[in-house]
């Protein structure tokens, strides 16, 4: 038996589990997806703006024939990530679940499109690590937190600072959880100044110049 960390636990694997490499290689997906394998990762407030950008991301790689799919924070917490909550325990687990998707993603040469929160350094850090050798770009969608609660469509900053009021904090990021912006993203865009395009251009920019787009180049 061997130990594996889950979470903050570690937990006994199996030795009789073992990974099963597949018969295509990294040069034939290359060839069919016209792309290096790569996991594009926003974060940022809550009504920064991550998930307007992703779903535009996302289409604008598809109409250009690069195969990508967006991981989106809200989704996964549907199915994969029901389970778990937004203690700082669970939100670690949620990243950690997050990135091994992702992972797999990429070795399918899927741009893996992931629009998190996400709000510890540690756990952005070890979802880069696990994602690793495929490239990893941190995208940090940055607004002002004032701009976020003024978008804010699902009243959530509201209901925070209401619960914080009445001294039962529900831990919502921004509010009475923190959050720890990237120190050295790929990217870095700024929603209260900048269109959606534009942070969508800047982001594909950076997938050219480090050649992760091929052909036919967004």
Request: with cysteine; net charge neutral; glycine share 6%.
């Amino acid at each position: 038996m061997c130990l594996v960390e889950i979470g903050l636990a570690m937990v006994e694997k199996s030795p009789d589990v073992v990974w099963h490499s597949g018969s295509v290689g990294p040069d034939e997906r290359r060839k069919v997806t016209k792309n290096s394998p790569a996991v594009v990762w926003l974060t940022g407030l809550s009504g920064c703006g991550k998930s307007t950008i992703a779903m535009a991301l996302e289409l604008a790689l598809i109409r250009s024939g690069h195969p990508a799919f967006v991981l989106d924070g809200d989704n996964l917490r549907h199915g994969l990530n029901s389970d778990l909550g937004f203690s700082a325990q669970d939100r670690t687990e949620n990243i950690r679940r997050v990135s091994e998707v992702a992972r797999l993603f990429a070795d399918a040469h899927i741009i893996a499109i992931c629009s998190f929160i996400s709000p510890y350094r540690l756990d952005r850090r070890n979802a880069r690590n696990r994602i690793e050798p495929h490239a990893f770009l941190e995208v940090f969608v940055d607004a002002p937190l004032n701009i976020c609660e003024q978008r804010d469509p699902k009243q959530l900053y509201r209901k925070a600072r209401e619960k914080l009021a009445a001294g039962t904090p529900m831990g919502f990021t921004g509010i009475d959880a923190p959050y720890e912006p990237p120190e050295n993203p790929e990217v870095h865009v700024k929603t209260d100044v900048q269109t959606v395009d534009q942070c969508v251009e800047s982001i594909l920019q950076t997938l050219r110049t480090r050649r992760i787009l091929l052909q036919g180049d967004a």
